[in-house]
């Protein structure tokens, strides 16, 4: 399963791994703009679950 997560410098979605949520960072491919991305739901930049 996929988490879609948003960049908070251009907000452009993008597909990650779930396994590597927890504390992860990020790299946005559009921008390149580096990011964690949280197990807490009020922190995360997760969109959603595909």
């Known amino acids: 399963m996929m988490l879609i997560v948003l960049c908070p410098k251009c907000g452009h ?3 990650t ?3 590597k ?3 992860a960072v990020k790299t946005c491919v559009y921008c390149g703009h ?3 991305i949280h197990s807490s ?3 995360s ?6």
């Open 13 to 15: 979605q993008q597909k």
């Open 34 to 36: 580096r990011f964690k």
């Open 45 to 50: 930049r997760v969109v959603k679950r595909v």
């Open 17 to 19: 791994n779930p396994q």
């Open 41 to 43: 739901i009020k922190k």
């Open 21 to 23: 949520v927890i504390s």
